[in-house]
């Protein structure tokens, strides 16, 4: 295959931050970007370099000069716009939160599966190189048996009723926004959880803005805190009967693993990737459709779907509904 050639689905902000890094990664290239206002993308396509703009989503999937799309709009929309997407014939990368709940992702998962095309969650967490160090150490037994796994991503977002993170009908919150990440860490060290306690707070608008997880995996515990209410310095612990690893300074920007066995500790550091440390994902999504890979089995679409069906149970016990969850 010559250059895969990309298709973004929203200007927005992620939108710009991750073009800038497919531009980026040698082999790819940006074909045409669509948002709802075709100004918007037309001035995106002049800012970030991209070949054509479209002021309907539905004028990319119809362009055959696209080979992806990367559906970079809000949480709400991801459902039927990446059905859109699979049901135009195209491959695609969906932003997290893949989409509100779990029954949507299976849906969509279904779709990709039955049509035989690609299809991944943008969870770049799972493609940095020290967070896959860190799972490879957790496995191979250098800290003894895994006891738990303690994870965190936090950032403040001004409380704004009208931000997506604040509104329902977004599918606003911590949960899908943050703690998506932590909760997706905590899965690939341990696996699914046979039970989940989650508490936290909630925004006036009904959303949740700070929350701590137990997820039980037989004998091994992990905690998952995430909060909208203001940032945290820390990262991720992972602990052993004989020691512990530790991803500093944040989960998804680590670039420093503390590896500790007995009395002796020694980091290995992973300098700031290049661009916006979406070139992982890139390379990968990449790497797969040059392969006719289906999926990655770095980023499983059923640890996707499971993942959900945790959070789904989370804002259960919060009381954060969506309008999506009545269907
Ligand atoms: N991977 C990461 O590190 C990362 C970081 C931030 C956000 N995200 C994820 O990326 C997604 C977008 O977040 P963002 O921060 O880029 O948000 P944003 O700046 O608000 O952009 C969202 C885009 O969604 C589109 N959209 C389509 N239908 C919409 C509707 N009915 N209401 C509102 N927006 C609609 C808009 O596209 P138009 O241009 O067509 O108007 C807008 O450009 C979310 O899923 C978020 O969780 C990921």
């Not at 918007?40 to 002049?46: G, K, V």
């Not at 943050?178 to 905590?186: D, R």
Request: proline share 6%; glycine share 10%; with cysteine.
């Amino acid at each position: 295959m010559d250059a895969i050639r990309w298709g973004i689905l929203g200007a927005g902000g992620i939108a710009a931050t991750v073009a800038a890094d497919i531009a980026g990664v040698p082999g790819n290239e940006l074909a045409a970007v669509a948002a709802r206002d075709g100004e918007r993308a037309a001035a995106f396509a002049q800012r970030h370099g991209v070949a054509r703009s479209y002021g309907s989503y539905a004028q990319l999937l119809a362009d055959a000069g696209v080979d992806v799309v990367y559906l970079a709009t809000t949480h709400a929309q991801h459902h039927e716009q990446a059905l859109l997407t699979l049901r135009a014939g195209k491959p695609l990368l969906v932003e997290k939160a893949f989409t509100l709940n779990a029954r949507e992702a299976r849906e969509v998962v279904a779709e990709a599966r039955q049509r035989g095309l690609f299809c991944m969650e943008a969870m770049w967490l799972r493609l940095q190189p020290l967070v896959r160090r860190c799972a490879e150490l957790a496995a191979d037994g250098t800290i003894g048996n895994v006891l738990g796994v303690r994870a965190d991503l936090s950032k403040l977002f001004p409380y704004d009723p009208a931000h997506r993170l604040y509104d329902p009908a977004q599918g606003g919150g911590a949960l899908l926004d943050l703690g998506v990440y932590p909760a997706t860490f905590c899965w690939l060290l341990l696996g699914r959880p046979d039970s989940v306690q989650a508490s936290g707070s909630l925004a006036p608008t009904g959303t949740d803005v700070t929350v701590g997880m137990q997820w039980l995996h037989g004998d091994r515990l992990s905690q998952i805190y995430c909060s909208a209410a203001g940032p945290s310095p820390f990262g991720a612990l992972v602990t052993g009967t004989d020691g512990w690893l530790r991803l500093e300074p944040r989960l998804h920007r680590a670039t420093r693993l503390v590896v500790h066995v007995g009395d002796n500790e020694y980091v290995i550091e992973q300098p700031p990737p290049e661009g916006n440390g979406y070139r992982y994902e890139v390379a990968e999504v990449a790497r797969c459709l040059r392969a006719g890979e289906l999926e990655s089995p770095l980023v499983p679409l059923d640890d996707t779907v499971g993942i959900l069906e945790v959070l789904d149970e989370a804002r259960r016990q919060l009381g954060v509904r969506y309008p999506a969850d009545e269907g």
